[in-house]
T-cell receptor
């Protein structure tokens, strides 16, 4: 019962193109995190948004950017796609009541991006 | 640097027990555990906090040794539904105060 949805489910792009992935968080959740999951690996943190402002970023280049909107939706944008960007992209929403640790994250089903 | 999970994979028969370990080289203040079934989203299992506070499912048990920077997930009387990949996600200042997930432990429960 996560209530987190992502679109599209699958996407195929070519190298150099740009892509926008979308996430709809659970109602009331003020925080959304984006992860990249390569095959056989754990999710790798890309960045987090808290109340529409970036609140932490992982080791990803600036061509990975994001937005969070007041209606509990968010976007992950990737410019100048590279072959290595092929992965499952997961968003996770949470109701961050305490700032000293990350609270329970509810993951969406992910978007499978293939870059050819 | 990622935390290290062990074992990498384990096969159990229904009713058997298993322990999955997560080790970090950095000081931690919390550890998250998630389970992901093939083709599905990771699902929250438990959070363990520095100081002993825990938040999670009643049927799941885990430990967090702050001094050793280790956490263990205990799966008892395993059921077929326990199959999946288990990820630990430690959190600490040196991880940038965000979750850094391990590579995962694949658990398969056979009937």
């Amino acid at each position: 019962e996560t209530g987190v949805t992502q679109s599209p489910t699958h996407l195929i792009k070519t190298r150099g193109q740009q892509v926008t992935l979308r996430c709809s968080s659970q109602s009331g959740h003020n925080t959304v995190s984006w992860y990249q999951q390569a095959l056989g690996q754990g999710p790798q943190f890309i960045f987090q948004y808290y109340r529409e402002e970036e609140n932490g970023r992982g080791n990803f280049p600036p061509r990975f950017s994001g937005l969070q909107f007041p209606n509990y939706s968010s976007e992950l944008n990737v410019n100048a796609l590279e072959l290595d960007d092929s992965a499952l992209y997961l968003c996770a929403s949470s109701e961050q009541a305490r700032t000293e640790f990350t609270d329970t994250q509810y993951f969406g089903p992910g978007t499978r991006l293939t870059v050819l | 640097q990622q935390p290290v999970q062990s074992p990498q994979a384990v096969i159990l028969r229904e009713g058997e027990d298993a322990v999955i370990n997560c080790s970090s080289s950095k000081a931690l203040y919390s550890v998250h555990w998630y389970r992901q079934k093939h083709g599905e989203a990771p699902v929250f299992l438990m959070i363990l906090l520095k100081g002993g506070e825990q938040k999670g499912h009643e049927k799941i048990s885990a430990s967090f040794n702050e001094k050793k920077q280790q956490s263990s997930l205990y799966l008892t009387a395993s059921q077929l539904s326990y199959s999946g990949t288990y990820f630990c996600g430690p959190e600490g200042a040196e991880y940038g105060n965000k979750l850094v997930f391990g590579a995962g432990t694949i658990l398969r429960v056979k009937s």
